[in-house]
């Protein structure tokens, strides 16, 4: 009963397009009327009320993910339309990401996660652009999708924030602070699900990648900047 995508677009509800097809298509349907009605596609709804608690716009994922998997029974130009909407609007510093590529961690919290989850939010656009044929669109998301490598520091190799221009300092990837969402740089610089390819560049090809993926689950499990 609850839209909470920020938990859910990652692994529930591409499971409902395969167990209850038909219901995602009411999803989707309830999606667009929440958007003719309040005017934005959910970010985290509860009860009926938008509460914007999370970061994205996530129901453009989930969308996409069921478009291009063959359901169909919803207005598909208005989903477009909805899902542009979102990537457009002055919110969560989104002008500042259009404008620089990234979110400045002086400008905004949890910065760099929503550069990453913009990025790949923007891709999904692209992918419900290209399946209409709206090439002008394609081409506008595709580029941002690739914003993420705005965020990578090639000298620590982390996906780290930026501030006034320059890298946050001083800087440790197990800090957990207000640059990360409920995460810190170990977790979020895996997080370009759109683009795996080009992030094992970044970090240096697939052997360096390896080890590094390596590196996260033998890392130490204790975080800092919070206490446990």
Same mark, same amino acid.
């Given at each position: ?5 920020? =938990? *859910?677009?990652?692994?529930? !509800?591409?499971?409902? *397009?395969?167990? /209850?097809?038909?219901?995602?298509? =009411? ?28 970061i994205?716009? !996530? ?5 996409? =993910?069921? @478009? ?17 909407h979102?990537? &457009?609007?002055d919110?969560?510093?989104? $002008? !500042?990401?259009? &404008? ?15 550069t990453?989850? @913009?990025a790949?939010?923007?891709?999904c ?9 709206? /090439?002008?669109? @394609? ?5 941002? $999708? ?8 090639? +000298?620590?190799g ?7 221009? $320059? ?6 990837p197990?800090e957990?602070?207000?640059?990360? *969402?409920e995460?810190?740089?170990?977790q979020? +610089?895996f ?34 900047g919070? =206490?446990?």
């Open positions: 009963t609850v839209f909470s995508l920020w =938990d *859910t677009y990652r692994a529930e !509800h591409p499971l409902f *397009t395969i167990i /209850e097809p038909e219901r995602t298509v =009411d999803f989707l349907k309830t999606f667009l009327a929440q958007y003719e009605q309040g005017g934005l596609l959910p970010v985290w709804e509860l009860a009926g009320n938008e509460t914007n608690c999370m994205g716009y !996530h129901a453009v994922s989930v969308i996409v =993910d069921a @478009y291009v998997k063959g359901i169909r029974g919803f207005d598909a130009a208005k989903a477009l339309e909805a899902m542009k979102s990537a &457009e609007i919110f969560r510093g989104l $002008a !500042h990401y259009r &404008e620089l590529g990234y979110i400045p961690a002086d400008k905004e919290g949890e910065s760099v996660s929503k990453l989850e @913009y790949y939010d923007d891709w656009i692209a992918q419900m652009a290209k399946a209409l044929g709206a /090439e002008s669109d @394609y081409a506008t998301y595709i580029r941002r $999708a690739q914003s993420y490598k705005n965020v990578f520091d090639p +000298s620590t982390f996906m780290r924030a930026k501030a006034n221009g $320059a890298w946050w300092t001083p800087f440790d197990a957990v602070n207000f640059n990360y *969402t995460a810190n740089a170990w979020y +610089s997080y370009v699900p759109q683009d795996v390819s080009g992030l094992i560049g970044l970090m240096g090809g697939d052997a360096r990648f390896a080890a590094r993926l390596d590196s996260l689950f033998s890392a130490s499990p204790r975080p800092s919070i =206490d446990l």
